[in-house]
């Protein structure tokens, strides 16, 4: 996915002056890969809704500055604005990478016809795997933040976390990490059943086994030009 958001909501660009100002229509890209009333499903190698295979054209969306209550995701209006010109241009996805999502916008996902793949930020609480001291009770947290999105009809997958650091996945070792991540993949699936679950993992770590998943998800890098 491009690691470059659209339209970024740290006051650039205010609503009343948005481009988006103008009716835009949404594109329903469902039209071509099932429903949005259908969960997507991996058979194979391939991700399908209904019996349709689906070809993820995404885009990351964030991280944003948030507002003064801790807010990413708060101005609705630009968001509506983004996600319309993402799905006039064939985009069909976008990925949180850093804070679950309001609910507000796996709804206006939705009426553009967008999925989103939702992230559960696992690689902020990896450290307390080797200091307990204060560490906060992981699960409610990971369960809350599911509760908060599970069935939704825009939903594409979880993403359990963003490239834990090497230098922690040497020093605690694959196997612990692995363990980890597949305690927080069950207590997903706990909440949302139906729901696709990933690690976006990045070639630094890629020894890591996670066989469990549901799907696999690395960022890769243009090392040169």
Not at 14 to 26: F, H, K, L
Not at 70 to 75: R, T, V
Not at 87 to 111: C, E, F, K, M, Y
Not at 152 to 158: E, G, K, S, T
Request: glycine fraction near 8%; charged fraction near 25%; aromatic fraction near 8%.
């Amino acid at each position: 996915m491009s690691t470059h958001p659209i339209a970024p909501l740290d006051g650039a660009i205010e609503p009343e002056t948005s481009p988006c100002e103008i009716i835009v229509v949404p594109r329903r890209v469902g039209a071509r890969a099932g429903t949005h009333e259908e969960r997507p499903r991996v058979a194979g190698k391939f991700l399908f809704v209904g019996g349709q295979k689906l070809y993820v054209r995404g885009v990351t969306y964030g991280a944003f500055r948030p507002d003064e209550k801790g807010n990413e995701y708060h101005d609705l209006k630009q968001i509506e604005c983004d996600f319309a010109q993402m799905a006039s241009v064939g985009i069909n996805t976008v990925r949180i990478p850093h804070t679950t999502p309001p609910r507000a916008l796996l709804d206006a996902a939705l009426r553009h016809g967008l999925r989103v793949m939702v992230g559960l930020s696992a690689e902020q609480y990896v450290g307390f795997l080797i200091d307990r001291k204060g560490a906060p009770d992981i699960a409610a947290l990971i369960r809350a933040r599911v509760r908060g999105c599970a069935g939704h009809p825009a939903l594409l997958c979880y993403a359990l976390g963003n490239e834990i650091p090497a230098s922690l996945v040497r020093w605690l070792g694959p196997r612990r990490i692995a363990r980890y991540l597949e305690r927080l993949y069950r207590i997903v699936k706990e909440e949302d059943p139906d729901g696709l679950v990933t690690y976006v993992n990045y070639p630094t770590t890629e020894y890591l086994e996670l066989p469990f998943l549901d799907l696999l998800c690395f960022n890769v890098y243009l090392e040169s030009h």
